[in-house]
């Protein structure tokens, strides 16, 4: 089954690239993002690997922040670190209104060990990535996600469900509890940023002195963000996964387990994209050898993978560097090799 990925970038509002390093994750996602933008999409792409990149596929530094690389395209990175800092300010900031003035070098310490904790990071940059998802798609036409390696990413996109749980249960437990207020206040970040609308559930929370509740109920916008991300990356009309691999024995044994396991959590896969695929050759005795080889790896994919779209991108003699070399890579993406 051919991938079409022209048709995926117009149809889909939400794009997550995902696959081992180095296999061309932000190349694609780059040139996906810049051809679509090209057809007039409104594109946001985002990297969430900590490996930066970005900035190297468009040759100029791009930060935190959206900033415009041409028209209708923004780009933005997310630094974990970053995010756990502004994370665990936030924290702060909200319990230094319940904590004496004692207290608070105390917390400090303890906010600054536990950033460490790879909890702390992986709450922090899905918080992000949650609030960029919904506050995105309000303003863009398109999001395309540049993710990090397989393994984390998986457990990311787990995340939104776990997390939400977790609150549900929170909630449940502790609101007739007097301690609501400190216990909460170690996990409810600022709502400053929330974007989000709906109904509070105030019946929930009339048994809570009005400090508590205020805690409360920024829980329950957090916990309405996971659940509301959770069915956006459930949504297979508006979301796709899409893996990149190349023909190589790891890549394609990997990327064969994380097909089924974003199958199993109901996370729609629109297809995969073999990339670095070597143009025949006749020649050069080296090179045959090569294309044998690989055209071993190529019938090992069709054999795993033929169950979900494949396209197929050629190895290119140069680096794909810079917005017109992205550009003009977009082009062959969208009209890949049928067979290679
Ligand atoms: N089809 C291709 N032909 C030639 N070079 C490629 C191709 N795809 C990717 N590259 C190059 O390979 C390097 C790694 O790609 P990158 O997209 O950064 O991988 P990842 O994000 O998966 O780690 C980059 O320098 C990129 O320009
Ligand atoms: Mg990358």
Do not use: C
Request: proline share 5%.
């Amino acid at each position: 089954m051919a991938l079409n990925l022209h048709a995926l970038i117009r149809q889909k509002r939400l794009l997550l690239v995902g696959g081992k390093g180095g296999v061309g994750k932000t190349t694609l996602s780059a040139a996906l993002a810049a051809h679509a933008a090209q057809h007039d999409r409104r594109v946001l792409l985002v990297s969430t690997d900590p490996a930066h990149s970005l900035a190297d596929a468009f040759g100029r530094s791009i930060g935190n922040q959206p900033v415009t690389v041409a028209p209708n395209l923004s780009v933005l990175e997310i630094d974990p670190d970053t995010e756990v800092d502004a994370y665990l300010d936030r924290v702060l900031a909200q319990m230094r209104r319940y904590a004496g003035p004692d207290q608070i070098h105390e917390l400090q310490r303890h906010l600054r060990l536990s950033s460490q904790s790879p909890g702390a990071q992986e709450a922090a940059l899905l918080e992000r990535l949650a609030r960029l998802m919904h506050e995105g798609l309000e303003e863009y036409d398109l999001l395309v996600f540049d993710t990090a390696p397989t393994g984390h990413t998986l457990r990311l996109l787990s995340l939104p469900e776990v997390m939400a749980a977790w609150t549900d249960g929170l909630l449940r437990h502790n609101k007739r509890s007097e301690h609501l207020g400190s216990v909460l206040s170690h996990l409810t970040p600022s709502r400053s940023v929330d974007a989000l609308t709906g109904d509070p559930k105030k019946h929930e929370l009339e048994n809570l002195d009005e400090r508590s509740q205020q805690l409360a109920q920024t829980l329950l916008d957090r916990q309405r963000l996971f659940h509301q991300t959770r069915h956006l990356l459930a949504d297979h009309d508006r979301t796709g996964f899409l893996f990149v691999l190349t023909p190589e024995r790891l890549p394609i044994l990997e990327t064969h387990r994380a097909v089924q396991s974003l199958t199993d959590s109901g996370i729609p896969v629109s297809g995969a994209v073999v990339n670095r695929v070597l143009p025949p050759t006749t020649d050069d005795d080296f090179w045959a050898a090569r294309r044998e080889r690989q055209q071993k790896h190529l019938d090992e994919i069709t054999q795993q993978l033929g169950h979900i779209p494949l396209a197929y991108i050629t190895l290119q003699q140069d680096d794909i560097e810079g917005l017109d070399a992205l550009q003009a890579f977009g082009q062959q993406l969208v009209r890949p090799l049928s067979t290679p």
